[in-house]
């Protein structure tokens, strides 16, 4: 199971989430494997290389399969075209959070702090070009502020800097910041999703904070090579989707702050189309571009 991204993110301990239950419940050896950089493309692209026969898996989301294309111009392969949707996992907001000793304790606290001093408040990212990063600049608009971006390689260095008070706020997925949210070390000041998540009930979202319409979320699943076997898709998305069922797994995926969601295949394919056209759009507006 290649991990497009380093340890610690939302997209690793999900991958491990479901490559231990594989394990445990059909005996499967099922490995997880870190291939971070660019934005999680070179995962992906190590996936698009593999043999089609459904024993080399990625863990993809929405930052490497339908933003990443749009950024990265010289990527050598299409999400709709060169991979196989397998198994849909889970989808979660992104957060808005800071450190627990911040001055900021709500999101009118930022909005009127970058008002009277542009640019200077600052946020980490997990990289240029993530749907976390472009959910920040989405913020921005909306809210009619400027706030100075910083990427960094990955959801656990942004999040280190966010609770060393490096950066004045961290936009992260939940799967990613729920550990220190849980802690009390880092303080949600709002989701970005259309309701609120039944992981942080007493958090509001960005559009309950005076941003009306505002919806932004990211989500995980499982691909594999184009040309895989259907028997083989259809035995994966089986096994997968019985995992998502199972209490204990519903509980681990809440607890990291995502919503398990199962689909088929042809589903979780659609989505993929879907918001590959869409992004083209947000991202050619946000002039995000990476070399």
């Keep these: 199971m290649i991990v497009p991204f ?3 993110g939302g997209t690793d301990i999900l991958a491990r989430l479901v490559s231990s239950k594989l394990a445990e419940t059909l005996k499967w050896t099922v490995v997880a494997d870190n291939r971070p950089g660019a934005g999680g493309t070179i995962g992906i692209s190590e996936a698009v290389k593999a043999a ?7 863990m993809g989301q929405k930052d490497n399969l339908v933003i990443g294309p749009w950024l990265y111009k010289n990527l050598p392969w299409d999400p709709t075209r060169d991979l196989t949707a397998v198994a849909h996992v889970a989808w979660t907001p992104v957060i808005i959070a800071t450190s627990a000793n911040s001055r900021y304790k709500t999101l009118a606290d930022v909005v009127a702090a970058a008002k009277a001093a542009p ?12 749907s976390i990063h472009l959910a920040g600049d989405l913020f921005g ?3 009619g502020i400027t706030l100075s971006h910083v990427p960094y390689k990955g959801s656990n260095p942004a999040l280190m800097d966010a609770l060393a008070g490096n950066v004045d706020l961290l936009v992260s997925s939940l799967p990613s910041a729920m550990g220190q949210i849980k802690s009390g070390k880092l303080h949600p000041l709002a989701v970005t999703s259309a309701k609120r998540s039944s992981s942080l009930p007493d958090v509001p979202t960005v559009a309950e904070s005076g941003f009306k319409g505002f919806d932004v979320s990211t989500w995980y699943g499982v691909l594999a090579p184009a040309g895989t076997p259907a028997a083989v898709v259809h035995t994966l998305n089986t096994e997968i989707n019985k995992l998502l069922a199972q209490p204990d797994v519903k509980a681990a995926i809440h607890g990291q702050g995502a919503e398990p969601q199962a689909m088929t295949p042809e589903q979780f394919a659609a989505l993929i189309k ?16 990476i070399e």
Excluded at 52 to 58: F, N, S
Excluded at 277 to 289: C, P
């Design 6 to 8: 380093p340890p610690g």
């Design 52 to 58: 089609p026969t459904g024993y080399e898996l990625v």
């Design 119 to 130: 640019g200077t408040i600052t946020y980490g990212s997990p990289g240029n070009g993530t």
């Design 141 to 143: 608009k909306a809210a």
């Design 274 to 289: 879907t918001e590959y056209q869409q992004w083209k759009g947000i991202v050619e507006a946000s002039g995000a571009k």
